[in-house]
């Protein structure tokens, strides 16, 4: 009973499934990438005192807020 | 009452005053240099030629200013800038060639978001390496901050009573119709030199560097 669930719970496996679930695998990784850059940006932005460090900082925070977004975006939509 | 007052109140304030006076010594010091090389206060090349910038750096002590704040010269950026425009157009010229047609939309649509967030995430990263990789020339020292790659922040620091031969490199065709070029200062610190790469008017950095370290010296000779 339970080879039979098996084999068809494989056979349910499609080409496009498996990519989306490597989309999303990379996409998270992206997230991990997105939270160093903003760490990266407050490590940069504390070296000089400048008038853009705001807009940068609030840049990054965009940039991680996105690419949470397209994990997001690639479950539901893929 | 007044009287004494005031006597006590004028001679007190003397010595604050003079004491002031004296703190602010090194803005005479700047102020001379700068009217020597010509230079006022100004912001050219996109901010890659700071003079005298009312801004502050990390480590940046009481009686410090800073008189040059440098980046690379911005024509520098034109190689990644280019690789962003081409990343930009790749997705359209490729899927007009029909290769993805199998595809269904919805892959083709995150994929294409995906791409996208990669470019901004490239050129910001380029942005960031060249805006916050400075040199900073200040009245009692040098200041070379530099990135390497995420998280990796290099501080140089040299003091202008210990450097020697500041000397300037410009070379090539393009560097000399931008008029940017290396700046190498030796140093009798353990690191033997510092440098600032690519910024632009060299030859004029090196003048305010010589001159500050020279007024430093002369008032260390007359022992102030």
């Known amino acids: ?78 | 009452m007044v009287e004494v007052y005031d006597a006590s109140g004028s001679a007190g304030s003397a010595g604050p005053a003079k004491s002031a006076l004296k703190k602010e010594w090194w803005k005479e010091l700047v102020d001379g240099v700068l009217e020597k090389v010509g230079e006022e206060p100004r912001r050219a090349m996109l901010g890659a030629f700071c003079v005298r910038p009312d801004q502050k750096f990390m480590s940046q002590q009481e009686d410090e200013e800073i008189v040059l704040l440098l980046r690379a010269h911005p024509i520098t950026n034109v190689g990644w800038v280019l690789i962003v425009i081409l990343t930009l157009i790749l997705p359209g010229v490729i899927l007009g060639t029909g290769v993805f047609a199998a595809v269904p939309g919805k892959f083709i649509l995150v994929g294409k978001l995906v791409w996208y967030l990669v470019t901004l995430m490239y050129a910001m990263e380029r942005f960031l390496f060249w805006y916050y990789s400075i040199f900073i020339v200040t009245n009692e020292r040098l200041v070379d901050i530099d990135f390497y790659n995420l998280m990796h922040r290099v501080v140089t620091y040299a003091n202008l009573n210990h450097i020697e031969e500041p000397a300037s490199v410009v070379g090539g065709f393009i560097r000399s119709l931008f008029q940017y070029g290396n700046v190498w200062v030796t140093t009798a610190s353990e690191k033997p030199t510092i440098e600032a790469l690519r910024v632009p008017y060299p030859d004029k950095v090196v003048d305010i560097i010589s001159r500050l370290s020279e007024e430093l010296e002369k008032r260390r000779e007359r022992g102030e």
């Open chain 1, 1 to 78: 009973m339970n080879q039979i669930n098996l084999i068809d719970l494989i056979s349910k496996i499609t080409l496009f499934g498996v990519v989306k679930w490597m989309f999303v695998g990379g996409l998270v990784m992206y997230v991990a990438f997105s939270v160093i850059i903003v760490k990266q940006v407050g490590v940069m932005t504390e070296a000089i005192e400048d008038d853009v460090n705001g807009i940068i900082s609030l840049f990054a925070w965009v940039h991680l807020l996105l690419a949470i977004a397209l994990v997001v975006l690639a479950i539901a939509v893929l």
